[in-house]
């Protein structure tokens, strides 16, 4: 190989793994608890970190945040295992003001599916509170929670609990039911997701779905209702 080559091949080599370099870090602070000690002897660190690697990996693709410039500026994602009981059986958060995200210790000892799946699609949901655009604080909270359900639904992890499309009684009351209404929208228009994710990195309206899918989101939440037998 001339050096011409090898110079090219290390420049690409710098330029793939740049645009990677987010860092991970898993801290187990609930080692005397018996969700702690699942966690280290069911998942573990390694396979944790790996997981947040994947995450990320996918909601870029599935948000269509291809470059650096689309994206979040997040160098490093901490997981933090903890014994959470101060806040009425939280199974995670993520503190986006540093990109931190907490598992709770209690949920991964309650845990009775399959746990190591189970908690795969939570770190899948968490992450990507990570990566998504919040509409300059203006977007429904029940979007944003929704979108992430979206991105664990179309992983492949969605829980064997959850509800079935078609459920729920408004297109913005979070997690699944907002998640499976996001994948008739999508169904619709393939990279609808996406494109409301990039239109929400500077504010939130609601005529995003018009201006998108030209539908009121009202008109759009009936239609999906309708689709599936159920008259709003
Ligand atoms: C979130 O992170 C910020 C910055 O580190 C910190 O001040 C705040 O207390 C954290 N909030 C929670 C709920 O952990």
Redesign the pocket.
Known sequence: MTMRALCFLSFLVFAIHGTRAVEYSVTNNALTTPGGVTFRDKIGAAYAKQTLDSATQFIWRVFQQNTPADRKNVQKVSLFVDDIHDMDGVVA?T????D?I?LNARYVNSNSGDLKTGITGVLYHEMTHVWQWYGNGQAPGGLIKGMADYVRLKANYAASNWGKPGEGQKWDQGYTVTAYFLDYCDSLKSGFVAQLNKLMRTGYSDQFFVQLLGKSVDQLWRDYKAKYGNIP
Do not use: V
């Open positions: 958060y503190n986006t003001s540093n931190d907490h």
